[in-house]
Nanobody
Framework: QVQLEESGGGSVQAGGSLTLSCVVSGLPFGDYCLGWFRQVPGVERELGAIAGISDIGTTSYADSVKGRFTISKDYAKNTLFLQMSGLKPEDTGMYYC???????????????????WGQGTQVTVSS
């Protein structure tokens, strides 16, 4: 059974930092593409891509987080990370990690390409 479990969310002031974690089980971690998505507050079922990392470690980022967020993974711990710094109120939302066996690099930001999802962890940034 595939499971993705996020943690590390919380409430911070603007300019602060948080690191999200996602422990993945039930699939060959090293063979999968992984991503972080954010539920747009107030918009039902609309997910925005934040960052993605391929099976070989190639990273991609949404323009809004480039230079502030870093995605990484620990093969030994089957864990995906999202280091967030310089947080802004518009970064607020529920953050989800997702996994897919393969994702075209041109469409890494499409939620429909990811069949496996975690339950999410809330990030709230106050001004």
């Amino acid at each position: 059974q595939v499971q993705l479990e996020e943690s590390g969310g919380g409430s911070v002031q603007a300019g602060g930092s948080l690191t999200l974690s996602c422990v993945v089980s039930g699939l060959p971690f090293g063979d999968y593409c992984l991503g972080w998505f954010r539920q747009v507050p107030g918009v039902e079922r609309e997910l925005g891509a934040i960052a993605g990392i391929s099976d070989i470690g190639t990273t991609s980022y949404a323009d809004s987080v480039k230079g502030r967020f870093t995605i990484s993974k620990d093969y030994a711990k089957n864990t995906l990370f999202l280091q967030m710094s310089g947080l802004k109120p518009e970064d607020t939302g529920m953050y989800y990690c997702a996994a897919a066996f393969w994702v075209n690099s041109a469409t890494w930001d499409q939620p429909r390409n990811f069949p496996f999802w975690g339950q999410g962890t809330q990030v709230t940034v106050s001004s």
